[in-house]
């Protein structure tokens, strides 16, 4: 579960990146900076493609959705995604590429950690127990979490 988890983050992380990248190469206002809809939320007038708050979202959902033990998470937060979608495009900060675009940065964040991620995946899970074990030592021998 713990290598399924620390994969999942690395998808959100690798997909945050690139969607900074994107917005950084190819800056799209958002609707309320070009006078369209009504903004009905204070927001930055920074690039709007892809929408940020999805891709995080979406970058552990696609990630935990590839595994038959993190399916039930991951469809979850896939579809808590669908809300949040219309919720963006509807307070006037996104256009509906933008979600589209969230979506397939995150998609393809996930596939690519899926396919190619397992050693930095393992390296994560090893470090962070190496800390972890003995600085919940006590909470570990009562039973209070897992080793």
């Not at 900060?93 to 393809?108: R, W």
């Not at 074990?133 to 021998?141: A, D, G, N, S, V």
Request: net charge positive; hydrophobic share 50%.
């Amino acid at each position: 579960m713990r290598h399924h988890m620390v994969e999942a983050a690395l998808s959100t992380g690798v997909a945050l990146v690139a969607a900074q990248i994107i917005g950084i190469a190819w800056p799209q206002q958002r609707p309320f900076v070009l006078g369209l809809g009504t903004n009905l939320m204070a927001h930055s007038p920074d690039a709007s493609f892809p929408s940020d708050h999805l891709t995080c979202l979406w970058g552990a959902a696609f990630s935990l959705l590839a595994y038959n033990r993190t399916r039930p998470i991951g469809t979850a937060l896939a579809l808590l995604g669908i809300p949040m979608s219309w919720s963006r495009i509807y307070l006037g900060v996104h256009f509906p590429m933008d979600i589209v675009g969230a979506a397939v940065v995150s998609g393809l964040s996930a596939w690519v950690l899926a396919n190619t991620g397992r050693r930095p995946v393992q390296f994560i899970v090893a470090v962070t127990s190496h800390v972890y074990r003995p600085m919940f030592k006590i909470l570990i021998q009562r039973g209070w979490v897992s080793p």
